[in-house]
T-cell receptor, first 110, second 112 residues
Framework: SQTIHQWPATLVQPVGSPLSLECTVE??????LYWYRQAAGRGLQLLFY??????ISSEVPQNLSASRPQDRQFILSSKKLLLSDSGFYLC?????????FGNGTRLTVT | QQQVKQSPQSLIVQKGGISIINCAYE??????FPWYQQFPGKGPALLIA?????SEKKEGRFTISFNKSAKQFSLHIMDSQPGDSATYFC???????????FGAGTILRVKS
């Protein structure tokens, strides 16, 4: 069966520090991978998606970037965090429907 | 730009009652409408989904009603239980892809 791992579960970082969140998927090959951000009262916002290694599409201009160095690995990064980057970050994968989410990372920028 | 509008923002229902959450969409190209259930500290999990070729889909106590002409769809939870207390998200996409557009979510609390 397929599983998705996302870490860390929680993270507190100072403004201006770098960020790296990692997501890996097991039990499938060549999945579509996604990063979503969840803000209170605003639902889930798609940040990036990838259909293959090195192929990244950005949905929203922002302080974040994504990379896919391996088929089942998706990384969300920032060089300098802003207060507005605080939120709940969710990685997801799919092959056709439906979309499967990880358990998220709660990021607090102080 | 919010393409899927969800209401209400929060909902309190007595145990055994019916919970109803509504969503409206704008993009007529949408052809896949899932509902996700999220418990605190967890990622959303697919609950039930519908495509526009049917007007209703039922799975256990959960039913999606779909009105293509009105561009609306709703989730009905029959015999609501305290374990159903969670945040519910409607979503939509087109072309069979999974670039889902999500509603803002509804926090459901079922009182025992």
């Amino acid at each position: 069966s397929q599983t998705i791992h996302q870490w860390p579960a929680t993270l507190v970082q100072p403004v201006g520090s770098p960020l790296s969140l990692e997501c890996t998927v097991e039990g499938t090959s060549n999945p579509n991978l996604y990063w979503y951000r969840q803000a209170a009262g605003r639902g889930l916002q798609l940040l990036f998606y990838s259909v293959g290694i090195g192929q990244i599409s950005s949905e929203v201009p922002q302080n974040l970037s994504a990379s896919r160095p391996q088929d089942r690995q998706f990384i969300l990064s920032s060089k300098k965090l802003l207060l507005s980057d605080s939120g709940f970050y969710l990685c997801a994968w799919s092959q056709d429907s439906p979309l499967h989410f990880g358990n998220g990372t709660r990021l607090t920028v102080t | 730009q919010q393409q899927v509008k969800q209401s209400p923002q929060s909902l309190i229902v007595q145990k055994g009652g019916i919970s109803i959450i509504n969503c409206a969409y704008e993009n007529t190209a949408f052809d896949y409408f899932p509902w996700y259930q999220q418990f605190p500290g967890k990622g959303p999990a697919l609950l039930i989904a519908i495509r526009p070729d049917v007007s209703e889909k039922k799975e256990g106590r959960f039913t999606i009603s779909f009105n293509k002409s009105a561009k609306q769809f709703s989730l009905h939870i029959m015999d609501s239980q305290p374990g159903d207390s969670a945040t519910y998200f409607c979503a939509a996409s087109h072309g069979g892809g999974n670039k889902l557009v999500f509603g803002a979510g509804t926090i459901l609390r079922v009182k025992s």
